[in-house]
Every structure is written in structure tokens, then in C-alpha cells.
């Protein structure tokens, strides 16, 4: 894969366009990253000249980018050119094509609805857009179960090879994210306890404060064990769970996440807690219920928590427990891998606390260990022990290192062609398979969300799931 000369943005005056495509764009190119000859077309059905499409960009990074990021805006505003396409008709792409010109390298992001993207293959395949110079980019969601996802894939392979298909998990472009695979094979110290003999359980939460916000027939129609957990929270799962692999490419880190995305165990229906949110107060404001926000009623769950196996050796008797939904008390993504108690205890008396890492993926991006420590001071009979911190933040370490939008990274390794952070045909599928099977669960057994106040986690037994085994979600 060589350096894209062209990227190609369907969907150019969408939502995902304006908040994350174009600003990261412009923060690449602040940073010089992009590449002199890099030039960008933007698509979408609106009549717009390249000046109207410019202003539109300005006023998208003015918005979402801030000030001391922008880098001179003319430059990248230059780059950019405006083709208006119904991509369901044939007129456009010709036109489209003349833009890009013969022999150019060339990245497609397809921000569009799904329904569109098999027309809008077949329009770049009949106009010699999707030849071997050419790679593309799809974004969630990719169907909605594994049937739909197939077809998806199937439309998208007729003219792209694998190797240059890249399916987007914005997870995967955190920073946070990323260092999860540092940290787990960047370091002696984790992965000879990383296993069911020295790891109790694992927990990964992804709570959000926000409701339906403006997305109300799109998320009505998903939920969230489709629009979570599905994609991100399983790539996290994958991250944490996976075997060594034996290089960062993208073939041997695929390899290893699909192994652990197979081994998942169905979820039996008394390992998962579904919920809706109703009114209540949440993040200082009283907010209405889902089912008001969506002006009738539905059974779509905004709340999910479930208990998840991996049937290898490393991970057997090791519960995931994880939970996501929206309207929760706080918006943090963490990932708590517990670690079992010390064999036998020499000081009695003493209650030792299992040592726990917590990875917090955001808004806090830190590292922490708890370990038990002496509590300084001279004690007639042994020691008082106590557990603290070993706590690493992000910010602190690396000063001067600003935040990234998780689409800088993605967009960068498209244009260059590194897939390693993408999603391959397999583990989508292998996802879905896993869905699918819960899904099919809840309706045979008739299982509807269970409600709970927005600003609380979820449902009260969502707590029963973890407290029957013991287990405390972490907060
Ligand atoms: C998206 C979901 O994929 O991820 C949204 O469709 C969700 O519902 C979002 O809000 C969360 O992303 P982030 O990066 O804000 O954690």
C-alpha cells in the first residue's frame, strides 16, 4: 500500500464529516503529516461549489478543533474540492473520476448510511475507482446482525481485496487504547500473571452521561448491544484478552484478536442485564426518559451488563463482567483486571486487598495499581498493612503531548495503508456471530429492558450480576 495522493469523503456534509473528519484533517496537516500532494474531495448530494464546500470546512474545525491546532487553515483549505454525487445514480461519478485524474493513488471514506455503500461501490467499480491503486474505508455500523454484515462485505469485497478494506473501530484510535498494547507487551511485569491462574475477573465499563441525543431513528433501531458492544467494547475485550502476537502488524494482531473473538462462550440469558433509561437527574439536570425523548414507546435497551467467558486456557473460569449505557452518573471508559489473592498470608489479622489495575481509557487517562504497602509507624504485633496507589497519569507523563481526536490516527494509517488498527472481515464477523446469539435469546425468551433512573447504573441487577459472584463493579 502506497501514500493515498487522493482522499475521497462520502458523506462529506454529514454529521461525522464536520465533528471528526475535517478537524482531524486540519490537525494532521498542522503537524505537516499529510503530505504535500495529498488532495481531498469531498462528496455528498448537496449542490455546493469548492468555495461553499471550503467554508463549510472552516466553519467545522473553527468549531470542533481548537485554535492552537488549526496550523495555517488556508493551506489545508486548499486541499479541498467539492463533487456533488447522488450516489445512487451513474451521473457524478465520471465527474468525480475527472477529478481524481489517471494513475493516483486513492483513499475512499464512505461516512454514508450503509444501505448506500453497495451502490456506491458499484459507481466507483464502473468508473475505474476501484482498481488496485484504490483502497477504502467503511464506518459502522456495519449491519445489524451477521447476515446484513455479510452482505455488506460480500458488496464490498466484489471490488476490493481485503488488504485494502478498512473497517473502522474509532476505539482503536484512542491513545488510550492503543496503549493498552504497550502496556501488555511493552513490559515484563504483566504477562506472566496475565491468565486465569493470577487474574480473578475483568471488568470493562463504558458509560456515557447522554441520552438519545440527536440520533433518535439510529439508535432506536440499534440499542446498545449492537451500537456498543458489538464493535468497541469486544475490541477491547480482544486487546486485553489476546495471545502475544508476534509483530504489530496488522495480519499477526488480527489473527490473535479474531482467536479470542471465536472462543467467546454464548451468553446464557442469567448472565445479562438489560436496561432502559426513565427520567431522573443526571449530570446536575433533571432529563426526561428514553421512551419521551423518542416520542413513543420501544423496547430498545439503552443499558447493557453481561457476564462473558473465554472458552481458551489462558482465560478459563476468568468472568468478563462488562456494562455500557447511556445516562449513567459519568462518562468513563476503564478496563479493571483484578488479580487474586496472595497464596498465604504472613500477616495475620491482616485483611490483604487483591491487587487491581485499572486502566482508564477516558476522560481520565491513567494507569493504576493498587498494591498493599506498610502503613509507616512501629506496631507491637506486625504491621498495619494498606493498599495504594502506583498511579501513572497520561498528561503528567507526557507533558506537552495534547489530545487527540481518535480519527487522526485512523485517517493518517488510511492514507498511508497501515491496517493494523482496522477491523478485518473476521472479527466483524466473529462479533455478530456472538450478538446474534443473545439477541436471538432475548426474543425467544421475550426478555425486555429492565428500567432504571438516568444517573444510576443501570438496573439494580446489573449489581446483583456481579454481587452474586462476589464481585463489585469497580468505581
Ligand atoms: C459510537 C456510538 O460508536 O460511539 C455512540 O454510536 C457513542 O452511541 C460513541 O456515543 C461513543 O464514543 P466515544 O468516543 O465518545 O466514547
Redesign the pocket.
Known amino acids: 500500500n502506497n501514500k493515498a495522493q487522493t482522499l475521497i469523503l462520502f458523506g462529506a456534509t454529514g454529521d461525522l464529516s464536520k465533528r471528526m473528519l475535517l478537524p482531524s484533517l486540519c490537525a494532521l496537516d498542522a503537524e505537516d503529516l499529510l503530505g504535500e500532494d495529498l488532495r481531498i474531495v469531498g462528496t455528498a448530494r448537496s449542490q455546493l461549489s469548492d468555495s461553499e464546500f471550503r467554508d463549510f470546512a472552516r466553519e467545522a474545525i473553527e468549531t470542533y478543533l481548537p485554535d492552537h491546532r488549526r496550523g495555517g487553515m488556508a493551506g489545508f483549505l486548499n486541499r479541498l474540492s467539492y463533487q456533488s454525487l447522488d450516489v445512487t445514480t451513474p451521473e457524478g461519478y465520471a465527474d468525480l473520476a475527472a477529478k481524481v485524474g489517471e494513475n493516483r493513488e486513492v483513499a475512499i471514506f464512505l461516512s454514508t448510511a450503509p444501505s448506500l455503500f453497495k451502490p456506491t461501490i458499484e459507481g466507483l467499480a464502473q468508473h475505474g475507482l476501484a482498481d488496485s491503486n484504490s483502497r477504502i474505508c467503511l464506518e459502522?455500523?456495519l449491519g445489524t446482525d451477521l447476515e446484513t454484515s455479510c452482505a455488506i462485505n460480500d458488496a464490498v469485497a466484489s471490488a476490493f481485496s481485503e488488504d485494502r478494506i478498512f473497517r473502522i473501530?474509532?476505539?482503536l484510535g484512542?491513545e488510550t487504547v492503543q496503549n493498552l498494547i504497550a502496556l501488555r507487551f511493552a513490559n515484563i511485569l504483566f504477562e506472566p500473571l496475565w491468565n486465569a491462574q493470577h487474574i480473578e475477573h475483568v471488568q470493562i465499563t463504558?458509560g456515557?452521561t447522554?441520552g438519545l441525543?440527536s440520533?433518535v431513528d439510529?439508535?432506536d433501531g440499534?440499542g446498545?448491544l449492537r451500537?456498543?458492544v458489538q464493535?468497541?467494547m469486544l475490541q477491547l475485550l480482544a486487546l486485553v484478552a489476546m495471545e502475544p502476537p508476534g509483530s504489530f502488524e496488522a495480519g499477526a494482531v488480527r489473527d490473535e484478536k479474531v482467536k479470542v473473538l471465536r472462543a467467546l462462550r454464548p451468553v446464557k440469558p442469567s448472565e445479562i442485564v438489560t436496561g432502559q433509561y426513565r427520567g431522573g437527574a443526571s449530570d446536575g439536570e433533571i432529563v426526561p426518559g428514553y421512551d419521551e425523548e423518542l416520542g413513543r414507546e420501544s423496547d430498545t435497551e439503552t443499558f447493557v451488563a453481561l457476564k462473558a467467558h473465554i472458552d481458551n486456557w489462558r482465560w478459563q473460569g476468568v468472568p468478563f463482567y462488562m456494562r455500557t449505557g447511556?445516562r449513567m452518573p459519568e462518562?468513563v471508559?476503564e478496563i479493571v483486571v483484578q488479580f487474586r489473592c496472595v497464596p498465604h498470608s504472613i500477616f495475620p489479622g491482616a485483611k490483604l486487598t487483591q491487587n487491581r489495575l485499572v486502566i482508564g481509557?477516558?476522560p481520565q487517562e491513567n494507569v493504576h495499581l493498587s498494591v498493599m504497602s506498610k502503613v509507616p509507624g512501629i506496631e507491637q504485633d506486625g504491621m498495619v498493612l494498606r493498599e495504594i496507589p502506583l498511579d501513572i497519569s497520561m498528561p503528567d507523563a507526557f507533558t506537552g503531548k495534547h489530545k487527540r481526536i481518535?480519527y487522526e490516527r485512523l485517517l493518517l494509517d488510511l492514507i498511508e495503508g497501515r491496517q493494523t488498527l482496522f477491523v478485518r472481515r473476521d472479527e466483524v464477523e466473529a462479533q455478530w456471530n456472538w450478538i446474534d446469539a443473545i439477541r436471538e435469546t432475548w426474543e425467544t425468551e421475550g426478555i425486555k429492558p429492565k428500567p432504571y433512573s438516568a444517573g444510576n447504573w443501570g438496573p439494580s441487577a446489573a449489581i446483583a450480576l456481579a454481587e452474586r459472584d462476589g464481585v463489585t463493579w469497580h468505581e
Open positions: 459502522k455500523p473501530d474509532h476505539y484512542k463504558v456515557e447522554v441525543e440520533r439510529f439508535y440499534a446498545a451500537d456498543m464493535n468497541h447511556k462518562r471508559t481509557i477516558q481518535a
